[in-house]
């Protein structure tokens, strides 16, 4: 078990036998999840940028003054 301290501004070093075994480096991010008491840290994979610039030009589709009409209310 890895133990780290609290600073004053809310900062935690993140043990480097963790970042190590979890390869994390300067910029990587971590979710924090909330569960009865317990936090569960995680970290988060870079999303693909190609990926969703790719899922968003499919999008277009429903991008259209009628369609902006018809979703406004929801």
Request: charged content about 30%; proline content about 4%.
């Amino acid at each position: 078990m890895e133990v780290a301290t609290l600073t004053a501004k809310g900062q935690v070093t993140v043990p480097k036998a963790v970042r190590e075994a979890l390869g994390l480096r300067q910029g990587d991010q971590l979710s924090w999840e909330l569960e009865d008491g317990s936090v569960r840290v995680r970290a988060v994979a870079p999303l693909d940028l190609a990926y969703l610039q790719g899922l968003e030009s499919s999008l277009n589709e429903w991008s259209s003054p009628e369609d902006e009409e018809a979703f406004r209310d929801l």
